[in-house]
């Protein structure tokens, strides 16, 4: 066989295992998520050539990630008038001046996150719900913060309405996390920090992750991966990004999870890897 005859057998075989391996998934109940025994859709089609062309073709490889990302309806977490563009390979405004991440950011994020079933997981920036319906899949328990409190009703109405009624969404500051739930196996915050919030650190469990991207606002960020090892930080991977900025407002500060009296400035950004 040729090399390019290879590489494409190579490609169908892949796509193949991941059908497969799909199927199994949700005859099994592997998947958990209440999702994952949703009906097709007619965007069936894009979300599993989503899931071949943007997320294997990269270095997405962990199955359990690749079965989520082929099972969330992301269609239905973008505004109406973007629905044909929910499986694009690139971010998409989502009201508030914010953003949801491109699919292969959601992916590596989660995948770099390496939740397993009963882990328990805190995302800060909620935004319009996908990358907690895509934890939720892997685990049944998620805890989600977002700052603007209409994103977060939103957020939690349409969770519920996909079947992602366990994933607990609340309107507050996720620089202070979210203590009484605490400790975590892993958090994601999904707005970029220019130090990793102290909150956080405290509230990962010894050999948690923590995936964040770190620079300043509106910048080329790092997307980082740390592992807590003897109650430290260690860097394990990391990727320039960009994302919109994590809000630290001072007056929530003394009173870190009631409701801003207005929504805070933020500038919109594309939320995915600079290009
Ligand atoms: N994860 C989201 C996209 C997040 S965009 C999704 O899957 O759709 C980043 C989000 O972080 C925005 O909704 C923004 O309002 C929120 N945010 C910014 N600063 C925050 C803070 N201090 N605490 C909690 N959320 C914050």
Not at 40 to 48: E, G, H, T, Y
Not at 159 to 174: A, F, I, N, T, W
């Amino acid at each position: 066989m040729r090399l390019r005859d290879k590489l494409v057998a190579a490609r169908i075989m892949r796509v193949i295992f991941l059908t497969l391996l799909g199927g199994v998934m949700a005859l099994t109940g592997l998947g958990v998520g209440a999702g994952a025994d949703r009906a097709p859709d007619s965007f069936q089609d894009a979300r599993q050539a989503m899931v071949a062309r943007q997320l294997q073709r990269r270095d997405i490889t962990d199955p359990r990630v690749l079965v989520a990302m082929g099972t969330v309806p992301r269609h239905c977490f973008v505004p109406e008038s973007l629905t044909s563009q929910a499986y694009g390979d690139h971010p998409l405004p989502i009201g508030g001046g914010q953003t949801i991440s491109q699919p292969y950011i959601v992916a590596l994020m989660t995948q770099w996150a390496e939740v397993a079933p009963g882990d328990k997981v805190l995302e800060v920036g909620t935004g319009s719900g996908y990358q907690a319906a895509v934890l939720a899949e892997l685990t049944d328990q998620v805890w989600s913060i977002e700052i603007l409190p209409e994103l977060a009703r939103q957020a939690a109405a349409r969770l519920k309405d996909l079947g992602y009624g366990r994933v607990r969404v609340r309107s507050g500051d996720g620089y202070q996390g979210w203590p009484e739930a605490a400790p975590f196996d892993a958090i994601l915050v999904t707005a970029a920090a220019p130090r990793v919030p102290p909150a956080l650190t405290a509230q990962l469990k010894e050999g948690g992750r923590l995936v964040i991207p770190l620079g300043p606002p509106g910048g080329v960020q790092n997307l980082v991966r740390y592992r807590k090892v003897q109650g430290k930080l260690v860097e394990e991977a990391s990727l320039p990004v960009r994302f919109v900025p994590l809000v630290h407002p001072p007056a929530l500060k003394a009173a870190p999870f009631a409701d801003p009296p207005e929504a805070p400035a933020t500038s919109p950004g594309p939320g995915g890897p600079p290009r």
